[in-house]
C-alpha cells in the first residue's frame, strides 16, 4: 500500500516562495504513475495545479500556476515536488499531493489513487 507525505508549507509573504515534498513509502512508483498536486482552500472545492509523468516526465499545469510554479520529481528519492514562486494570497490553501497508478487521471481528482495528508500554504504579509 502506497503512502504518501507531504510537506514543505509554511507562511511566505506575496512575492515569496515554497519549495513542497511529498514522499512515496511502501512502493515504488510504476513507470506508468502520474503524480500530481492539488490545493483546496477554505470554502472551495479542491482544485488541481500541477501533474508530472512519472517515466517521461511530462508536465501539466492549471492556468494559475504557469510560470510562477514547477513540478518535479526525483525517481531515487521516490519524491515528487512543487515549487512554488511569485506566491499570492489567492494561493493561500491546503495543498495535497495525489497519485494516479494508471497514469491518465490528468486534472480529475477521482481517479487517483493515493493522497498525501496535506500541508497548509498561507501567504500573507
Known amino acids: 500500500q502506497v503512502q504518501l507525505v507531504d510537506s514543505g508549507g509554511g507562511l511566505v509573504q506575496p512575492g515569496g516562495s515554497l519549495r513542497l515534498s511529498c514522499v512515496a513509502s511502501?512502493?515504488?512508483?510504476?513507470?506508468?504513475?502520474?503524480a500530481a498536486w492539488f490545493r483546496q482552500a477554505p470554502g472551495k472545492e479542491r482544485e488541481f495545479v500541477a501533474a508530472?509523468?512519472?517515466?517521461?516526465?511530462?508536465?501539466y499545469y492549471n492556468e494559475f500556476a504557469k510560470g510562477r510554479f514547477i513540478i518535479s520529481r526525483d525517481n531515487a528519492k521516490n519524491t515528487v515536488y512543487l515549487q512554488m514562486n511569485s506566491l499570492k494570497p489567492e494561493d493561500t490553501a491546503i495543498y495535497y499531493c495525489?497519485?494516479?497508478?494508471?497514469?491518465?487521471?490528468?486534472?480529475?481528482?477521482?481517479?487517483?489513487?493515493?493522497w498525501g495528508q496535506g500541508t497548509q500554504v498561507t501567504v500573507s504579509s
Open positions: 511502501g512502493a515504488t512508483f510504476s513507470a506508468d504513475t502520474m
Open positions: 508530472i509523468k512519472w517515466s517521461a516526465g511530462g508536465t
Open positions: 495525489a497519485a494516479d497508478r494508471g497514469g491518465q487521471a490528468g486534472t480529475d481528482l477521482s481517479r487517483y489513487d493515493y
